[in-house]
């Protein structure tokens, strides 16, 4: 193990030895800066969605089916419908999702499409929209 590695270990050793102190000290300082705890968690979930969308995309930060470019229309989709690619991620999206997908690795089975491919592609039956012009 390297020195990152041991003081992740410690980390999640005290956290979980320590909980209700931890807990505590969360409280005490959401009270006393509660937007600033929120601002920071937003940019936490946007850097994390961008870091996943940028992976998932091959780079080109766009939807794999019309090219959408604009990162707040762009949602990972699970390529085989939420089957298949294990049980841990299927009830997660948005941030949840995110997360969970970097702490895994970047697992296959995972696209980046805008939401209204996203939502087309359900409603039809797995086609999206686009291609059946």
């Not at 209700?20 to 006393?32: L, P």
């Not at 992976?55 to 939807?63: A, N």
């Not at 997360?99 to 086609?127: D, M, Q, T, Y």
């Amino acid at each position: 193990m390297n020195k990152t590695q041991d003081m992740n270990k410690y980390i999640k050793d005290y956290r979980i030895n320590n909980l209700e102190k931890v807990r505590e000290i969360a409280r005490k300082s959401y009270r006393k800066n509660p937007q600033g705890q929120i601002t920071r968690s937003r940019e936490r979930y946007v850097a994390q969605r961008i870091l996943a969308i940028q992976f998932y995309s091959k780079g080109s930060m766009s939807c794999n089916c019309c090219g959408e470019k604009h990162y707040q229309f762009l949602a990972i989709d699970h390529v085989d419908d939420r089957y298949g690619t294990g049980k841990s991620h299927r009830k997660r999206n948005g941030a949840s999702l995110c997360n969970w997908l970097i702490k895994n690795g970047f697992p296959e089975g995972f696209r980046v499409l805008c939401h209204n491919c996203n939502l087309g592609r359900s409603l039809n039956g797995g086609i999206c929209p686009h291609k059946l012009k």
